[in-house]
């Protein structure tokens, strides 16, 4: 399973899913460095103007932590870098924690205008919490060491990114999520109502974030082929993913995308309306 949907494989757990040193990290983390120094900025004085930690400031310099987008564009207005660093992102080759597989779908996931996920298995990763990442990657052998799965984690969280409303122009989201994948109640009952109370506050407070729960009880289904995702590219392209056990699949092939659109549209009038599946993950904190 990949990173996306939040399954252990695009995480980096081992394979051809282990991550890569990466001299582009290094690259650019000395970049951000000059240009701090340029500025006159010790780490301690910078980190709080881009609202980030010395630590994780600390990590990109040193091309151990794959840079977030906002810490891209705080970092570019901060130091004034003539559109350098944001020039240098697009660039990068690798995130630590994803798999090779799943990276150039990531990029593609970043520079979304629409993003759609259907999923049957676990919550989106966009949507976990820490603790159900950390409960899903634990469930799924082999076991990771400690300091893989921190890195894991720390991908993942920091996809989170994209959620924000604040992105220019925002990414518009919709999910498609079985209502059996939240009551399975992976990592035990406080894990889940931590999960649920995000899922809630994240729906009502994103309002590009359109959220449905297909119900257990659904005798036609258009999903029954596995999870699937699109995205929408600045310039109005569209390109699908798919992933199984250890492997992703980028799909580019217009008929291809357009039989993926028909599905997800299906879906789309066969699962909750967003009120309704609002109503129900409400009914469902409640029972817990």
Same mark, same amino acid.
């Given at each position: ?79 004034? *870098?003539?559109?350098?660093? %944001? ?5 990068? =080759? /690798?995130? $630590?924690?994803? +798999?090779?597989? @799943? ?50 984690? *720390?991908?993942?969280?920091? %996809? ?5 409303? =604040? /992105?220019? $122009?925002?990414? +518009?989201?919709? @999910? ?113």
């Amino acid at each position: 399973m990949a990173e996306g949907t939040g399954g252990t494989g695009a995480l980096g757990c081992g394979g051809g899913g282990e991550p890569e040193v990466s001299d582009s990290l290094k690259t650019f983390g000395e970049v951000v460095k000059a240009f701090r120094k340029r500025a006159g900025l010790a780490q301690e004085e910078f980190a709080p103007r881009v609202r980030y930690s010395m630590p994780t400031v600390a990590s990109i310099e040193q091309g151990r932590r794959f840079p977030p987008p906002d810490f891209v564009e705080r970092a570019e207005e901060v130091l004034d *870098a003539f559109g350098v660093l %944001r020039g240098a992102a697009r660039h990068l =080759s /690798r995130q $630590p924690g994803l +798999a090779s597989w @799943f990276r150039q779908w990531a990029q593609f996931e970043a520079d979304a205008v629409s993003l759609y996920s259907y999923e049957c298995r676990v919550v989106p990763g966009l949507l976990q919490t820490e603790e159900y990442a950390r409960a899903v990657s634990y469930s799924v052998p082999p076991l990771p060491a400690e300091e893989e799965m921190n890195e894991r984690i *720390a991908a993942r969280m920091a %996809r989170h990114e994209l959620l924000s409303t =604040s /992105r220019k $122009p925002p990414t +518009a989201f919709s @999910f498609i999520v079985e209502q059996a994948v939240l009551e399975r109640c992976t990592g035990g009952d406080e894990v889940t109502r931590e999960l649920y109370d995000h899922l809630l506050g994240l729906i009502e407070r994103h309002w590009n974030v359109e959220f449905q729960l297909m119900p257990l009880r659904q005798p036609v289904h258009a999903g029954l082929d596995g999870p699937m995702r699109l995205a929408e590219t600045p310039d109005n392209r569209w390109f699908g993913y798919s992933e199984g056990q250890e492997n992703g699949r980028l799909i580019t092939a217009p008929k291809e995308i357009s039989r993926l659109h028909q599905r997800y549209a299906k879906m789309r009038s066969q699962a909750l309306t967003p009120e309704d599946s609002l109503g129900l993950l409400k009914r469902m904190r409640g029972a817990l």
